[in-house]
């Protein structure tokens, strides 16, 4: 797909959880993504840049580069970026409060939509206690997700020759053992009591690499999910409507369409998760 592509406006896109410098980051796809939409203002919630990764080897093939020289490239034609910093580009908190090349560093962000909502935009590892008080344990969680990342790439190998959809063996863990799951309903209940604390009607966040828009306790929790496995992001359209994108889908949807009328129709090219 090339850069003359059509692309869809949108008045805001959330990103996060990237993980550029790792193996598992799908940077092609956010790449194409990337040329896919065009939005006024730019967030990036988090975990964009692997700094865990990089220490223990470098790892950084030119896709990567790529992606931040697209992102740069919106800067440079008029887009604002925010960038939120997580637990894994942490190195990034020490600069919040300072802008480099039109790109803002934030601790966090109260975005106010179009129609007049507030949601605190925030990464979210601050309300995860393992990150918080056990790191030697956030770290081996880390290194065994890495290792599920390398088993997942041979088990889909194989599962692309046999002709079936893509299936990722740490989402399946994380909704299938009971701790995971009721880690991430703490975790979501944690965030939006932190956004009605602030006095907001909402929180978009990442962190956890699961796509979510659902109400809680009166308050819309959105999390932008990643781009290692699920490659997911979150929209604000003109009107303040938030909507979950999963990218994989839409391609599916937009060759459906091809097939059928021998062209890509725009108005068939969004998916929510």
Same mark, same amino acid.
């Given at each position: 797909?090339?850069?003359?592509?059509?692309?869809?406006?949108?008045?805001t896109?959330?990103l996060? &959880?990237?993980?550029?410098?790792?193996?598992?980051?799908?940077?092609?796809?956010?790449?194409?993504?990337? +040329?896919?939409?065009?939005?006024?203002?730019?967030?990036l919630v988090?975990?964009?840049?692997?700094?865990?990764?990089?220490?223990?080897?470098?790892?950084?093939?030119?896709?990567?580069?790529?992606?931040?020289?697209?992102?740069?490239?919106?800067?440079?034609?008029?887009s604002?970026l925010?960038?939120?910093?997580?637990?894994h580009?942490?190195?990034?908190?020490?600069?919040?409060?300072?802008?480099?090349?039109?790109?803002?560093?934030a &601790?966090?962000?109260?975005?106010?939509? *179009?129609?007049?909502? +507030?949601?605190?935009?925030i990464?979210?590892?601050?309300?995860?206690m393992?990150?918080?008080?056990?790191?030697?344990? *956030?770290?081996?969680?880390d290194?065994?997700?890495?290792?599920?990342?390398?088993v997942?790439?041979?088990?889909?190998?194989? =599962?692309r020759?046999?002709?079936?959809?893509y299936?990722?063996?740490?989402?399946? *863990?994380?909704?299938?053992?009971?701790?995971?799951?009721?880690?991430?309903g703490?975790?979501?209940?944690?965030?939006?009591?932190? @956004?009605?604390?602030?006095? @907001?009607?909402?929180?978009?966040?990442?962190?956890?690499?699961? @796509?979510?828009?659902?109400?809680?306790?009166?308050l819309?929790?959105?999390?932008?999910? &990643?781009?290692?496995?699920s490659?997911? *992001?979150?929209?604000?359209h003109?009107?303040?409507t938030?909507?979950?994108?999963?990218y994989?889908?839409?391609?599916? @949807?937009?060759a459906?369409?091809t097939?059928?009328?021998?062209?890509?129709?725009?108005d068939?090219? =969004?998916?929510?998760a």
């Open positions: 797909m090339g850069e003359d592509t059509e692309t869809t406006r949108v008045r896109l959330f996060s &959880d990237m993980h550029l410098g790792t193996k598992g980051c799908q940077a092609d796809l956010l790449l194409e993504f990337l +040329r896919d939409y065009d939005a006024d203002e730019i967030y988090g975990d964009i840049v692997d700094g865990w990764q990089l220490k223990s080897g470098w790892y950084w093939p030119q896709s990567h580069n790529d992606v931040v020289q697209k992102l740069m490239r919106k800067v440079r034609k008029g604002t925010v960038y939120v910093p997580g637990n580009d942490e190195f990034l908190r020490d600069y919040i409060g300072m802008t480099f090349g039109g790109i803002e560093i &601790d966090q962000r109260v975005h106010e939509a *179009a129609d007049g909502k +507030r949601y605190l935009v990464h979210g590892d601050q309300f995860d393992v990150v918080r008080h056990a790191r030697w344990l *956030a770290f081996l969680g290194g065994a997700y890495t290792f599920a990342l390398f997942n790439t041979y088990v889909n190998t194989v =599962r020759r046999l002709g079936l959809a299936w990722s063996l740490s989402a399946w *863990a994380k909704l299938k053992v009971k701790n995971a799951v009721n880690f991430i703490k975790f979501e209940e944690l965030l939006s009591a932190e @956004a009605k604390r602030v006095g @907001a009607d909402g929180v978009i966040c990442g962190h956890i690499h699961h @796509a979510a828009n659902r109400q809680i306790n009166g819309t929790y959105l999390n932008t999910g &990643d781009w290692v496995e490659c997911t *992001a979150i929209v604000e003109y009107d303040g938030m909507e979950v994108l999963h994989p889908s839409l391609l599916r @949807a937009r459906g369409l097939d059928l009328v021998g062209r890509t129709r725009p068939g090219a =969004r998916a929510v």
